[in-house]
C-alpha cells in the first residue's frame, strides 16, 4: 500500500509558477508509475501529467505542455509537479496517485490517491 501527500499549492498570480510535491510512504514507491490529476469545481478530475516507474519517461497533457513537467525522486519517495506560467483556467484541487500501469491517463487506472491541495490564480 502506498499513502501519499501533496503539498505546495497555493495562492499565486497569473504568470506565476508553483511547485507541487508529493511524499510518498512504504517502500515500494519506485514500483509505481505515478500522476498528477485535477478537478476543479464542477467538473471531471482530469489527467495532467504522467511519469514511470524509473522517471525515464514522462507525459503530459498537451493543454499543459510546456509549462507543466513532472519529475520523481525515488530515493526519496516524492514526486513534483512543476507549474510555469500559471493560467486563471488552472485553478484546481491537484492530486497526486500512484498506479501499476504508466502511460495510462484515466483516474480509475491509478490505485492510490492523496488527498489534493489546492491551487488558485489571482488574475
Known amino acids: 500500500q502506498v499513502r501519499l501527500l501533496e503539498s505546495g499549492g497555493g495562492l499565486v498570480q497569473a504568470g506565476g509558477s508553483l511547485r507541487l510535491s508529493c511524499a510518498a510512504s512504504g517502500r515500494t514507491f519506485s514500483s509505481y508509475a505515478m500522476g498528477w490529476f485535477r478537478q476543479a469545481p464542477g467538473k471531471e478530475r482530469e489527467f495532467v501529467a504522467g511519469?514511470?516507474?524509473?522517471?525515464?519517461?514522462?507525459r503530459c497533457a498537451v493543454s499543459m505542455q510546456g509549462r507543466f513537467t513532472i519529475s520523481r525522486d525515488n530515493a526519496t519517495n516524492a514526486v513534483f509537479l512543476h507549474m510555469n506560467s500559471l493560467k486563471p483556467k488552472d485553478p484546481a484541487v491537484y492530486y497526486c496517485a500512484a498506479s501499476g500501469h504508466y502511460g495510462t491517463t484515466a483516474p480509475s487506472w491509478y490505485d492510490y490517491w492523496g488527498q489534493g491541495t489546492q491551487v488558485t490564480v489571482s488574475s
Open positions: 511519469i514511470s516507474r524509473s522517471g525515464g519517461g514522462t
